[in-house]
Structure formats: structure tokens, C-alpha cells
């Protein structure tokens, strides 16, 4: 039974359904859970350090039912999408119903769309394709170049768009993170079509077909549910890409890698990511929060990923940090002391 505790994970969704449904106030069912509720019990639930064992670990990673649990976010996803913007644009809802609508229809992108596409991205096989069109919702597909040729490469430097510098407050960073980071894709992407001899106008052009797939979605929504339909549909996308930028901003935050002598940064460690073992932020986000090892290994699946003693950790949950972020003072008040001395003085 142990293995289905992911399923927590659909309960973020489910309340997007009931709140969609009931409409009214419930319509804010999904950020009160989200960001009230999950915070709330983060506070009084346990943490663990606790790693799976060797001979456990193979077997773990070997379940289907993690993947499937995964795959199911799918049809859920796109399930909602629908059923959200449907709703939005059949009904007579007041305004303040259609704002609660968007933002719970952008949670369950940001969550169950982006989260479990990156997850699914670092796969190089058929799932990966799976993670892409987990992506398209949130309007954020290039993420995939970027994030696996850009991030983890460049991660806590101050050429990688996704790692918030010291004292940056989060919507600055927002700015800065979600520009930088489609040029990044699309230098990337250029540079890769150069090394193989191809053509912009290429099939390999994964960027191309990237804008070309977003501009077909975007089209077919508005044929459907018209310019109304359109426009909850980007509002919800945004939506979606701020939560993954909320989340990239409290990963790194004002953690660098120094530059040896011969000019280069260090490898990437354990040290360069804000890692979490509160266990409900942990379930609820497919263990994202033990960021630490996903960049120390990348193609790790998420069940069986570890904690490392050397690691810094982050006083909260991922859930209860992202809101401490949105409250600049309080988040510098609060993180700034737990930035290793060394990494405060290195100068980006």
C-alpha cells in the first residue's frame, strides 16, 4: 500500500474538479488546499531522511505502477483543461468564479502538468513524449531543451536562467527566469542543428515544432471555445509556468559553484540545490523536493531518489516555501542565513 501513496497527488485535481463544478467560492478550492491546507499540515506532519536500501531500490524502480501513476496525470490534465474552460465559457459565471476557475485550472498545470512532464523529460524514451504534451498546457514546451541541455548544466551559475541569485526577490525572477530561459532553449536548439549539419527549416528543429504544436493548440481552443475559451486557456498557462518558476526560485536560491583554476565551474553536487524531506510536499510533487539527487542523477526515477546529509534543507516544504517566497522580506529573513558563508561572498 506503501507504493500508492502518489495517488495523493491527484487530490490537488480532484479539487479543481469539485471547485469547477460547484462553482462560487468553491471555484478557490484548489489554491486554499494547495497553498492553506497543505502548508498548514506541513507543519505538523513528519519528515524523513530515510533512504531506500540497496536491493529495495532495484525493485522499486522497477514497478510499473510508479510510471503508470504518472501516466495517468494525462487524460487527467487534459480532462480538467476542458472541463475548466468549458465551463467557463457555457456558463454564466461572475467574474471573481472565472478568476478562482483559472487559477485552480493553472495549479493543476503547474503540478500535474509541468511537474510530472519534467519528470517524464528525463526519461529518453517513448515517456518522454508523454512529458512533452504535459508541457503544451502551460505553453511551456521548449522547457524540455532548456531544462535538460541548459539547466543541468549550468545550474547555480550565473549563466543558468533557473537559479535565483541572492536576494532576488521571486517576481523579479519570474521576469528574468521565463525570457531567458526560451532564449536559452532556442540558442540551444540552434547550436544543435549546427553540430548536425541541419537546416532551421529542419524536422530536427524540436523548437520549430515546438511554436508550430502551441499555435495549433491555441488555434483549435479557439475554434472551440472562442476568443472567451482562448483567453482562460493562456491565463491558465501562465498561471501554470509561474508555479514552475516559484518552484525553480526556491530549488537554487543563492546557491553558486565556485570556478576552479582552470576556469571552469565545478561539477554539479549535492550542495547546489535546496532539498526537502517533509513528507507531504514530497508526495504531493512525485519527490521533487529531493531536488539534491535529482541533479547529482538525473535519469533517477522519482520513488527511489535519496537524501544526502550534506545537502542544504530548506526549513519548510516546497508548498510552504512558495508561499514564504511571495513575501520577499520574510523569505530573505528566513533564507539568507542558510546560505553557505563561502557561496554569499563568491561573486556571480
Not at 482562448?230 to 526556491?250: K, R
Request: proline share 4%; with cysteine; glycine share 6%.
Amino acid at each position: 500500500m506503501k507504493d500508492l501513496k502518489y495517488i495523493c497527488a491527484y487530490t490537488i485535481p480532484f479539487m479543481a474538479i469539485i471547485g469547477i463544478w460547484l462553482h462560487g467560492i468553491y471555484t478557490y478550492l484548489t489554491p486554499i488546499y494547495a497553498f492553506g491546507v497543505i502548508p498548514i499540515l506541513e507543519l505538523f506532519t513528519n519528515s524523513s531522511s530515510k533512504n531506500i536500501d540497496g536491493n529495495h531500490k532495484i525493485l522499486q524502480s522497477k514497478k510499473k505502477i510508479f510510471d503508470w501513476m504518472l501516466y495517468f496525470n494525462l487524460p487527467m490534465v487534459y480532462g480538467i483543461l476542458l472541463f475548466a474552460i468549458y465551463t467557463c465559457t457555457s456558463s454564466n459565471l461572475d467574474t471573481y468564479e472565472v478568476v478562482g476557475i483559472i487559477i485552480s485550472l493553472g495549479i493543476v498545470l503547474g503540478s500535474n502538468g509541468i511537474n510530472v512532464g519534467h519528470e517524464l523529460g528525463h526519461r529518453f524514451t517513448k515517456e518522454r513524449y508523454i512529458g512533452k504534451a504535459l508541457l503544451l498546457p502551460s505553453l511551456y514546451m521548449h522547457f524540455y531543451i532548456e531544462h535538460n541541455f541548459g539547466h543541468h548544466l549550468k545550474v547555480a551559475t550565473k549563466e543558468d536562467p533557473a537559479t535565483a541569485r541572492y536576494n532576488q526577490p521571486v517576481y523579479l525572477f519570474w521576469i528574468t527566469s521565463t525570457i531567458r530561459q526560451y532564449i536559452s532553449a532556442w540558442k540551444i536548439q540552434l547550436k544543435l542543428l549546427n553540430q548536425n549539419n541541419q537546416a532551421f527549416f529542419s524536422i530536427k528543429n524540436d523548437m520549430l515544432w515546438y511554436f508550430l504544436i502551441t499555435i495549433i493548440y491555441l488555434m483549435l481552443l479557439t475554434y472551440f471555445f472562442g476568443l472567451y475559451g482562448l483567453l482562460v486557456a493562456i491565463l491558465s498557462g501562465i498561471t501554470g509556468f509561474l508555479l514552475l518558476e516559484t518552484i525553480n526560485y526556491i530549488e537554487h536560491y543563492g546557491l553558486v559553484r565556485t570556478k576552479t583554476s582552470s576556469g571552469r565551474y565545478e561539477r554539479v553536487k549535492e550542495i547546489h540545490s535546496w532539498n526537502s524531506n517533509h513528507t507531504l510536499g514530497r508526495i504531493m510533487l512525485y519527490e521533487l523536493t529531493r531536488h539534491s539527487d535529482h541533479h547529482h542523477r538525473a535519469s533517477k526515477k522519482y520513488q527511489i531518489l535519496d537524501h544526502h546529509d550534506n545537502s542544504p534543507q530548506l526549513p519548510f516544504g516546497y508548498p510552504t516555501s512558495m508561499v514564504i517566497s511571495l513575501l520577499p522580506p520574510l523569505w530573505f529573513w528566513i533564507m539568507n542565513k542558510r546560505v553557505p558563508r563561502e557561496m554569499k561572498v563568491y561573486k556571480r
